[in-house]
């Protein structure tokens, strides 16, 4: 079968991208495929076993079924929790797209089947001063998931995220509506001005008032209405 290769990203940071992309590498896996992970690049993270280690990416690692190294996960990690241009500018590095695709394309040679790369932050994330977190997934060109974190302020931030994946000509496969981090008000009208507004496929959502379903069959419904 093709490889299913995906790029994830949020309406904002903290979205709920790494909640999403272990679930689902877990819902691949349930279904016999060889899963992994990536997190190109990352701020906020702690020495463990002497390297610095984010949590978000060991995450990630943890949850794919092929075996990788962290660096192969996590090539870039910074230590301070703050945007990555900035972090690198305050230890001298410069970090290009250029370098992160050469970093993710080699980890997509791994055998496998189904694989998640995930942003860091939202959509437009600027790596250094001309480049941004978006050329990098242009570079790549997969289809795209949108995690839209389901609280006051998401329309918007939903709606121009999805026009900025557009206007940079990316497919993308669907968005998910993220319930689980907030008690949001009038959810249900919400989700549905979304639904009937944004022009991608609503994969699932994941809300904190639902408990018809478990976090494992959300995410295998989840994983079976991306593949629908």
């Known amino acids: 079968m093709a490889k299913q290769q995906f790029f994830i990203t949020g309406t904002d940071t903290d979205a709920g991208k790494t909640y ?3 679930g689902m590498l877990k819902a691949a896996a349930r279904q016999g495929l060889r899963t992994m992970g990536i997190k190109p690049i990352s701020a906020g993270a702690e020495m463990i076993d002497g390297k610095l280690c984010n949590d978000d990416a060991l995450q990630i690692q943890a949850a794919g079924s092929v075996l990788l190294r962290y660096e192969q996960v996590n090539p870039i990690v910074f230590e301070p929790a703050i945007a990555p241009h900035i972090a ?3 230890e001298n590095k ?3 797209v250029s370098r992160l695709e ?4 080699g980890t ?8 998640i790369v995930e942003g860091a932050g939202g959509w437009r994330v600027p790596l250094n001063d001309r480049e941004l977190l978006s050329d990098l997934a242009k570079r790549l060109g997969l289809p795209v998931i949108v995690v839209v974190d389901m609280r006051l302020g998401c329309l918007n931030h939903a709606f121009l995220t999805m026009e900025a994946i557009r206007r940079d000509g990316l497919p993308i496969a669907g968005w998910i509506a993220n319930g689980g981090q907030n008690e949001m008000p009038y959810y249900e009208e919400n989700l549905a001005t979304l639904n009937n507004m944004l022009s991608a496929p609503l994969l699932g959502s994941l809300s904190w008032h639902s408990d018809s379903l478990t976090a494992e069959q959300e995410f295998d419904l989840l994983f079976s209405n991306l593949n629908s």
């Not at 050469?102 to 394309?105: I, L, N, P, S, Y």
């Not at 997509?108 to 694989?115: G, K, M, R, V």
Request: glycine letters at 4%; zero cysteines; hydrophobic letters at 50%.
């Open 102 to 105: 050469g970093f993710v394309r």
């Open 94 to 96: 410069l970090v290009t």
């Open 108 to 115: 997509l040679l791994t055998p496998h089947d189904f694989s």
């Open 88 to 90: 690198a500018a305050k």
């Open 20 to 22: 999403v992309s272990v």
